[in-house]
């Protein structure tokens, strides 16, 4: 069993950072790919990015790669997500979630563990 506590979220001018923070419990940690999601309101809650068990393999959703970095820290048991340039459109809940499978994926269906959420506001 892994639980899952984001943080990190708040308000941002367009053109602004934050980095959201994932802690993980649970022994199985450094064995589960984890991802992170967004969901604005009124849409479908969609995957923003992955990493692999070992932090070897990343993956971005179109929307935000080459702005969003995810990372993890095994020994720590927690993922980053370091979002830059953020726009507007970003705004959303966005939760952090964990695979038991190692290599990870982009659906959301494949991820067993999930956050509570933590809001992410972009100003225009």
């Known amino acids: 069993q892994v639980q899952l506590v984001e943080s990190g979220g708040g308000l941002v001018q367009a053109g602004g950072s934050l980095r959201l923070s994932c802690a993980a419990s649970?022994?199985?940690?450094?064995?589960?790919?984890m991802g992170w999601f967004r969901q604005a309101p009124g849409k479908e809650r969609e995957f923003v990015a992955g990493?692999?068990?070992?932090?070897?393999?990343?993956y971005y959703a179109r929307a935000v790669k080459g702005r969003f970095t995810i990372s993890r820290d095994n020994a720590k048991n927690m993922v980053y997500l370091q979002m830059n340039s953020l726009k507007p459109e970003d705004t959303a809940v966005y939760y952090c979630?964990?695979?038991?499978?190692?290599?990870?994926?982009?659906?959301?269906?494949?991820?067993?563990?999930w956050g509570q959420g933590t809001q992410v506001i972009v100003s225009s």
């Open positions: 649970g022994r199985t940690f450094s064995t589960y790919a």
């Open positions: 979630a964990g695979d038991s499978a190692p290599g990870g994926s982009y659906l959301l269906a494949e991820y067993d563990y």
């Open positions: 990493i692999n068990w070992s932090g070897g393999s990343t």
